[in-house]
């Protein structure tokens, strides 16, 4: 069973940046690739980006492309995503997943808890 806990969303401005964090609880984290989704008030959770186990691949939605980036530190069991120019459509609650390399939430099988990003205008 793979624990994950995110961190550091928060409230910032538009055109802010922000890091998010994903940590694991044990070493097998990466044994899987990793996936960060979002779900907007309202709205059902959308995919944002993934990364493959060995962090060589990565997806981005078209949303977040060019703005997301989402890379991996195994030896600290860590998934981040960093984002940049953040716009108010950006708000969200942001989760991370462990499972297949994949942009469907069913192909992942562990899931965090979330946390708050909030852009104002």
């Known amino acids: 069973q793979v624990q994950l806990v995110e961190s550091g969303g928060g409230l910032v401005q538009a055109g802010d940046s922000l890091r998010l964090s994903c940590a694991a609880s044990?070493?097998?984290?990466?044994?899987?690739?990793t996936g960060w989704f979002r779900q907007a008030p309202g709205r059902d959770r959308a995919f944002v980006a993934t990364i493959s186990r060995s962090g060589g691949n990565t997806y981005y939605a078209d949303s977040v492309k060019g703005r997301f980036t989402i890379s991996r530190d195994n030896a600290k069991n860590t998934v981040y995503l960093q984002m940049t120019s953040l716009k108010p459509e950006d708000t969200a609650v942001y989760y991370c997943a462990a499972g297949a390399y994949s942009t469907v939430q069913s192909d992942y099988a562990y899931w965090g808890q979330g946390t708050q990003v909030t852009v104002s205008s």
């Open positions: 044990e070493g097998t984290f990466s044994s899987y690739a």
